[in-house]
Nanobody
Framework: QVQLVESGGRLVQAGGSLRLSCAASGRTFSGYVMGWFRQAPGKEREFVAAIRWSGVSTYYADSVKGRFTISRDNAKNTVYLQMNSLKPEDTAVYYC???????????????WGKGTLVTVSS
């Protein structure tokens, strides 16, 4: 059974940093693309960042470029999202997701975690 478990979300002040983790289990993720999405209250879920499990390609939403960095540790089966210079508008539930396809649309993800809440205070 595939499981994606996020952790690391908490309350942080604007300008601060936070690192989210996504522990993956239940299958080999070689060939998968691992992504982070977020959903703010009253808004649709949106793409944040993604990384190819077996490669070095990374992808970012324009709103987080230069502030967020996605990485993975294959030995630990874990994907990270380092978030710097956080803004109140980054407040959202952050979800980890995985897809075997090439699409980064949320509807095309094959697996989802349950999310972790990040709150950025002004």
């Amino acid at each position: 059974q595939v499981q994606l478990v996020e952790s690391g979300g908490r309350l942080v002040q604007a300008g601060g940093s936070l690192r989210l983790s996504c522990a993956a289990s239940g299958r080999t993720f070689s060939g998968y693309v691992m992504g982070w999405f977020r959903q703010a209250p009253g808004k649709e879920r949106e793409f944040v960042a993604a990384i190819r499990w077996s490669g070095v390609s990374t992808y970012y939403a324009d709103s987080v470029k230069g502030r967020f960095t996605i990485s993975r540790d294959n030995a630990k089966n874990t994907v990270y999202l380092q978030m710097n210079s956080l803004k109140p508008e980054d407040t959202a539930v952050y979800y980890c997701a995985a897809t075997y396809g090439s699409s980064l649309k949320s509807g095309d993800m094959n697996y989802w975690g349950k999310g972790t809440l990040v709150t950025v205070s002004s």
